[in-house]
Every structure is written in C-alpha cells, then in structure tokens.
C-alpha cells in the first residue's frame, strides 16, 4: 500500500485525505489535524486544507495507517479514481467492437450518470480492477447477471439470490445468499424465495462478490437490465457494462422511458419472460438480458433498431396506490392522513441508503378512483407528478 500512496497523484491523495477526515479515521499520529501539528512545527493544523498541503505531507499521513480495513478503505478510493480515468478510455472508439460499442452507448445515456453513482468507497464494497488495461479493452467476453432482493428490518435491501450466465446462456452462478440483516419481508410473490428456503444456506454477499470479482477481472462486460439495481445490493462497482434498459430506442423517441424487460423480451424477441403475475426467476431475467444483447449485436450496433413497446396491463391494484416521495423523517402516518385526502393504508417504501433524513411510502386505496380523487384533491403549492 506504501508504493501506491508513494505513487498516487495528489488529487487522489487530497480525497482520501477528506474522506479519512469525514471517516475520522486516525492513524498512529492521530488524525489529520493532530498529524499536522506533530509532523509541522511551523504551520500545524493551521494549515488544515489537504489540497494546500504537498504530496510529501499527504503521504506521510497515510502511511500512519496500518489497520487492515483503513488500508482497504484507501485502496478502494484509488480503484475508484483509477475506473473513472478508465470511463473516459471506454468511451474512445478507437477500440470499438460490437460488445464495446454497447458499453458505449450505456456510458453516453443520459441517465448514466444519474443511475451509476455509486458510493462504492463505503463499507462492504468491491471496487473491479483492471490490471493489463490494454488486453480489457478488446475484450469481447460477456456475462449478464440479474439478483433478487428482500426487504430487511432497517428499510434497506439485501441481495437474497443471484443468477449469471455467460454468452453461451450457461450457467456460471445460481445461488440463495443469506442476508445479515433481520429480514423484514421476503416478497415471496416477487422473488420466489421463502424463509425456508433460506433455512440451510450459508452463502453471503462476500462470497457472492468474490465469485462476481474472480469473473470480471479480465475485463469482461456485465451485462443486465436495469443492471445499477443489481450493482447497487451486490455492492460492485464495474464500468464495463451494457444495460439493456438504455440500449433500445423506443418507437416514440424518448430516452427517458424506462421499458420493462417483459415488455422488450416482447418486443425484440417475440416471447415472455414470463407469464403475468409468476414469481421472477433470476435465471430466466439473466439469459433474457443476454439474448437482448445478442439480439442487438446481430441487428448492428449502430443501426437504429426502434421499437415497439407493449402496453403492459397495469393491474388494479397497482393503480389503486400513489407514491409519496420525499417525506420528513418527522412525518408520521398520523400527519399523512391529514395531508392526503381519503381512506388509505400507509407502505413503508426501502431506502437504498438506509436511513435517512427523507423517506417514501405507498398511500394504498381501496380502488384506483379513490387513489385518483386523493391525487387531484391533495393541497399545497408542490408540483405533483404522476408515476
């Protein structure tokens, strides 16, 4: 870890630097300031900026450290740094094939940036590295992955299955992971998994990352549909990817819309994933994602390949509920009813960043009226948008 500090820039020395602040992280001189005032006899912690300070100064402070999980800390913010300096590799097409022109084309979307900001410097994330930078960017290897997640006690989501498949549509991974969080909610009519099928399984989300790390290594591209969701609860950090959600230019021309891979699997290949109302099953999403993708290279990268996108039924159900967003922690169910108008049930929506100071819910009605009279009832000067 020494030589990488040595040999960082000082850009990234000044971010861990900031970080290990916020973190209050002290090494064996203490923290920051207190390192300052022992290593700098003249200007102490009065001069506290890290980005004032010479790259000397920073590495000298963080070779204080010695603690496993500040080392780990500090590497993943240069992996970090390192994938954004190879984002803008990615996007040269001076190393265009097929597969890396869709990796292109999820990069340049408008909602990348939006969708891919990861934290993926805090706890329990792994960031991939790519050593032989060249040989990555000709990599033509693909895998596509999709996961399922449950609802647990502290409002976050935690991986609970995780299925890949490589090009070939075999299986490289299909596994139940045991969360270590109390699980609030299995969604059972969603994920097809139970308490019970949980009962024997001693798979965790390490074990999980340490197989995902081991096959994208070499530069392979992770392909899946919506795939930040995925990212996000497997906790990876991966830039080589194709995300199948912003690869198919609907009929109408938006890039906004959002389609389903129900409705794309319809659309480009002429069949369901499944039929309405079945549990997902993660292996049948992960090798739809991939014959996208196969099905997009076969048709031409750069050839328009506008679609057109089935109407889903939207069930009753569904329509009998209005999202609200963004709500004070110090709302409770009591203030809600207050705010919105008519008989309702109150659904606590997960947080993907556990708690915090704003939360969402679900406002359930009796019938899709009833949601619809609250929706154009509702007081205040607040924009209201439909979902």
Aim: overall charge neutral; aromatic content about 6%.
């Amino acid at each position: 870890m020494d030589d990488q500090i040595e040999t960082a820039e000082k850009k990234v020395l000044v971010d861990i630097v900031k970080l290990a602040q916020k973190r209050g992280l002290k090494g064996k001189l203490g923290g920051w300031k207190e390192f300052l005032n022992s290593h700098d006899k003249k200007f102490g912690a009065g001069l506290s900026d890290p980005s004032k300070r010479s790259h000397e100064v920073l590495t000298a402070f963080l070779k204080t450290f010695s603690k496993e999980e500040d080392l780990k800390f500090f590497d993943n913010i240069m992996r970090h740094h390192s994938n954004q300096y190879m984002l803008e590799q990615l996007k040269d097409k001076s190393h265009h094939s097929p597969e890396q022109g869709l990796v292109q084309v999820t990069l340049q979307h408008p909602l990348y940036p939006l969708d891919y900001s990861f934290s993926s410097i805090d706890e329990g994330w792994i960031v991939i590295k790519f050593k032989n930078k060249p040989k990555v960017m000709k990599s033509t290897a693909m895998i596509a992955v999709d996961c399922e997640m449950v609802l647990c006690e502290d409002g976050t989501e935690a991986l609970v299955k995780v299925c890949v498949v490589d090009h070939n549509l075999e299986v490289k991974l299909n596994e139940l992971v045991k969360p270590d969080k109390e699980i609030a909610d299995y969604r059972t009519d969603i994920t097809g998994v139970s308490s019970q099928d949980l009962e024997a399984v001693t798979c965790s989300l390490a074990d999980i990352q340490k197989s995902m790390k081991k096959l994208l290594s070499h530069g392979t591209i992770l392909v899946g549909h919506s795939l930040h969701n995925d990212l996000r609860v497997l906790k990876l950090d991966h830039i080589r990817v194709v995300d199948t959600s912003y690869i198919f230019q609907s009929s109408d021309g938006s890039i906004h819309r959002r389609p389903s891979l129900n409705s794309l699997c319809q659309a480009v290949l002429g069949c369901e994933v499944r039929e309405k109302g079945a549990p997902h099953n993660c292996l049948d999403d992960a090798r739809a994602a991939m014959k996208l993708v196969l099905a997009k290279i076969k048709h031409g990268v750069d050839r328009e390949f506008p679609i057109p996108l089935v109407q889903e039924h939207v069930p009753e159900s569904v329509m009998a509920k209005l999202l609200l967003h963004n709500i004070p922690s110090t709302i409770n169910n009591e203030t809600l009813h207050k705010i919105v108008p008519g008989d309702f049930e109150i659904e606590l929506k997960p947080s993907r960043k556990g708690q915090g100071e704003n939360y969402s819910a679900l406002a359930i009605f009796k019938n899709p009226q009833a949601a619809h009279d609250a929706y154009e009832n509702v007081q205040g000067s607040q924009l209201k948008v439909h979902i």
